[in-house]
């Protein structure tokens, strides 16, 4: 079992960028893909970005490729997304969740998740 929190939320400017960070609780981090989605206001929670255990492999929705990276330090038992030229429509509660799959690519396939953070992006 992992235990995940979550931080490094705010409201940033359009164009702006923030740092996620999410923490994890446990000596098991490496074994799992880890993945960051969000849920903007009236809307379905939806993957952002999904990293393998090692980290060699990633897959971002097309929405934010180019702008977003997310990283893992297994040392540090963490996980982070990078966010860069940040729009209104990145608005939303973001969340980190763990999952056993390779990579994770829906909601169903992950098993724990933090609480979330809100990012807002003003226009």
């Known amino acids: 079992q992992v235990q995940l929190v979550e931080s490094g939320g705010g409201l940033v400017q359009a164009g702006g960028s923030l740092r996620l960070s999410c923490a994890a609780s446990g000596r098991t981090f490496s074994t799992y893909a880890m993945g960051w989605f969000r849920q903007a206001p009236g809307k379905e929670r939806a993957l952002v970005a999904t990293i393998t255990r090692s980290g060699d492999r990633t897959y971002y929705v097309d929405s934010v490729k180019g702008r977003f990276t997310i990283s893992r330090d297994n040392a540090k038992n963490t996980v982070n997304l990078q966010m860069n030229s940040l729009k209104p429509d990145d608005t939303a509660v973001y969340y980190c969740?763990?999952?056993?799959?390779?990579?994770?690519?829906?909601?169903?396939?992950?098993?724990?998740w933090g609480q979330g953070t809100q990012v807002t992006v003003s226009s």
């Open positions: 969740a763990a999952t056993t799959y390779d990579l994770g690519y829906v909601e169903r396939q992950y098993a724990y």
